[in-house]
């Protein structure tokens, strides 16, 4: 199946059409303050790494293997959404260069777009308000609309699929995202089309030993590969 076959395309949101500047680490500072994590300890600087590396994954998710206790996990979490939801109000995020022109690109070229994220769905809702992008796109999800598991499993790529019903067969689903996360669930649902793109926080290494299709420098490439056009 060639990439202009594509019907669906699934995108992910901060470090793909949403620049956030970093706030995902000055909301982990709130979290760890809350948990009592000590700034500049050896096990703040664990805590982070492991964040970093984890960029894509649903943040519960992280939280659960950074504390090992539900119930902790579950207070990080919402310091963090908290911390992050007020970092979005005072205006420091913004679209990727090019972002909404390519999402309207696609659409406008009769495929569905579908934006999604690991945050919950407050804190999407939030950003997309802030962003005015509400209204956008026909359908947002994050891993509570798909029976709580967010990246890298498949499942918000294939909610994707199954509620829009703008794809016959997985291998007309494209997805991108700016980290190996990204590109696993992509894969792991089977997708044709599954890119990184370099506006976030993975590189190609990252991209093709998770085993990308293809690397592109921004989102705003993706209307030409899906054309035909390289």
Known sequence: MQETDIRLVVLDMAGTTVA??????????????????EPGSADHARKLDHVRATMGESKISVFRHLFGDEGLARR???????????????GL????????????????????????TGFSRATQDAVLAALGWRDLVPLTLCPADA????????DMVLEAFVR??????????????????DVLSGLRAGAGVVAGVRTGAHGDAEFRAAGATHVLDSVAALPALLTGAR
Do not use: C, H, K, M
Request: no cysteine.
């Open 164 to 181: 829009t019903g703008a794809a016959q067969d997985v291998r007309q689903v494209a997805v991108a995202g700016d980290t190996s996360y």
């Open 20 to 37: 956030d500047g970093g706030l995902v680490e000055r909301a982990f500072e709130a979290a760890a303050a809350e948990l009592g994590v």
């Open 147 to 154: 029976g709580g598991r967010g990246r890298p499993f498949p």
């Open 93 to 116: 995020i913004a679209p990727v260069p090019g972002a909404r022109e390519t999402i309207e690109e696609l659409t406008g070229s009769g495929r569905t777009v579908v934006l999604t």
């Open 76 to 90: 990080a979490n919402a310091a963090f959404e908290d911390a992050y939801g007020d970092l979005v109000d005072a």
